[in-house]
């Protein structure tokens, strides 16, 4: 106990999450050698690794793993870039006129409870299989909470700012730009981190049914062909930039709440 | 040129289900260019008073009129200068100031000579593009006035702007506003609770009752302080060993004090 006390957090920290990866690891080898499912099924974890490491060298059904990153991050940023240019300026109009918030509110309040893998076959036949169609997913993922972040961050500005602006002569327009977006920018960033998030999830779901490149349109081919090696590894590539995505916004964030602590 | 016009304004306000007046009837006329003092309790609805000609907010009954015209909203001809300074925090000094003349449409020469006139006017050189939080209690305060003034409005309202600040700010603060409103006379609705304050100040003080607030008792300071040269002392603690200023600040005094007695009777 005493030892433990005195050792550096960080050290502690690292041990522990140490052992975690050990034990977990140390489970997938034990199912694989109890063969919890026929050996095909389940591959062993340095056997993923080794696929993985190939796949970054050699391309799968055209691409290499890299370029098949590269083709799903961008379909990621279209969905996400849309869901900005059209969440926070929605979301500082509803917080702005009371007719715009009753006008969007029914209709958002109920889509979005509808997963946005639902889309897939509306997305498939109205943008296909290039671009529109998984953009159209990832917007369905991360729209939401873009607008309601934008929103809540908006209507709880500081009245006085608000007061201050008008008095000044700002009209919707100044205030929205220059008063409520700035203001609701910690909210608005703490909402883009989930945003990314959802659709990076929401992506792959996309990419297992309507594509032609990127990491999900990879592990369908790879489960296709039970080369679950593949599958896994792709897995990993997801978890792996969806984890950088949020480290990258994290920063961000921290940023941006840094700024608004020294008010 | 502006003047504001109470008729008959009251304001009611509802809370915890219970209508009250907060506001009970105010006939009141502040002239072009007077500088007029509101003092009264906390709760007496001064406050209310100045929201009403900004157009923040609006009379349950009366009218409010600036220059004639029916107050409906705020806007620039009306600024404000507000106890909590309201500062943008994510703007510099500059664009605080600039904001009002950037709403106006002004050209960037224009909205350059202003704010650089009012920067060097209110002590705040060598500050343009410091952010709100950088300055002291003192020099946001200067700030908020300048972002006022800078709007050349025809009437200036101010809800104790120096109420925030510490006592030693709040007398040089106090010296500089009656620098500048005497070098740009404005039409100014003061509020405060600091009856020194309105008295050093103003042209007239108006002392209001508590709730529903109602005016009591208006004081002209201006004849005073002209007949008594108060003007000739630059230092307001020189103003305020003054007997006229002490008399009139006692009477000030007593008249709030009576209320408080009535109140509690």
């Known amino acids: 106990m005493i030892a433990a006390q005195t050792s550096k957090p960080w ?23 109890l063969e919890v499912t026929p050996r095909r099924f389940l591959p062993a974890p340095h056997e993923v690794l080794f696929r993985f490491v190939q796949l970054i060298q050699e391309p799968f059904v055209g691409f290499t793993l890299g370029q098949h990153l590269l083709s799903s ?14 969440g926070i300026p929605l979301g500082l109009l509803m917080a702005l006129s009371r007719g715009v918030q009753l006008l969007v509110t029914p209709i958002f309040e109920s889509i979005r409870f509808v997963a946005p893998i639902a889309w897939v076959p509306f997305a498939a036949l109205w943008f296909g299989t290039g671009i529109g169609g998984p953009t159209l997913v990832i917007f369905m993922g991360a729209f939401p909470p873009v607008l309601i972040n934008t929103y809540r961050g908006a209507i709880y500005v500081d009245r006085k700012y608000i007061e201050a602006a008008k008095m000044l002569g700002a ?10 977006f700035p203001a609701s920018l910690p909210s608005i960033v703490a909402g883009l981190r989930i945003s990314a998030g959802l659709g990076w999830q929401s992506l792959v ?28 590894a792709g897995m990993i590539a ?19 709440n840094r700024y608004q602590e020294v008010h | 040129m502006a003047d504001i016009r109470f008729e008959a304004v009251q304001r009611a306000f ?22 007029v003092a509101i003092v009264g309790p906390s709760g007496c609805g001064k406050t209310t008073c100045m929201r009403m000609v900004a157009g923040l907010d609006q009379p349950s009954s009366g009218r409010v009129l600036v220059n004639g015209q029916e107050v409906t909203g705020p806007g620039p001809e009306r600024a404000v200068v507000f106890q909590q300074f309201a500062l943008f925090p994510w703007k510099t000094v500059f664009e605080n100031i600039a904001f009002g003349l950037r709403a106006m449409g002004l050209g960037q020469t224009e909205i350059d000579d202003r704010v650089n006139r009012f920067i060097s006017m209110m002590g705040l050189s060598g500050y343009e593009q410091a952010y709100p939080h950088q300055l002291s209690g003192g020099m946001q305060q200067r700030v908020a006035i300048a972002r006022a003034y800078v709007l050349d409005p025809g009437v200036l309202l101010m809800d104790e702007p120096f109420g925030a600040l510490d006592a030693q700010t709040r007398v040089v603060m106090q010296e500089e506003l009656v620098r500048l409103a005497r070098k740009n006379p404005k039409t100014v609705l003061f509020i405060t609770h600091a009856v020194e304050e309105a008295v050093y100040l103003a042209d007239r003080v108006v002392v209001m009752s508590r709730r529903p607030g109602l005016i009591r008792e208006i004081i002209d300071v201006k004849s005073i302080r002209e007949k008594e040269r108060w003007d000739d002392h630059p230092r307001i603690e020189d103003v305020m060993d003054l007997g006229s200023f002490v008399h009139l600040r006692s009477h000030i005094w007593r008249t709030l004090r009576e209320q408080h007695l009535g109140d509690d009777q």
């Open chain 1, 238 to 256: 997801i978890g792996l930039v969806g984890l950088l995505i949020d480290i990258l916004l994290r920063r961000m964030e921290r940023r941006f």
């Open chain 1, 171 to 180: 009209g919707p327009i100044r205030l929205m730009t220059q008063v409520l």
């Open chain 1, 73 to 86: 991050f961008r379909r990621f940023l279209n969905g996400f870039l849309l869901a900005i240019a059209i």
């Open chain 2, 14 to 35: 509802v809370q915890g289900g219970k209508e009250f007046l907060a506001v009970g009837g105010i006939d009141l006329v502040v002239a072009n260019e007077e500088f």
């Open chain 1, 205 to 232: 779901g996309a990419e297992l049914i309507v594509a032609s490149s990127g990491v999900g349109y990879m592990m369908v081919k790879g489960q296709a062909s039970i080369q679950t090696q593949i599958v896994m």
């Open chain 1, 11 to 33: 050290l502690q920290t690292l041990r522990l999450s140490l052992t975690g990866i050990v034990l977990f690891l140390g489970c997938w080898y034990l199912a694989v050698f």
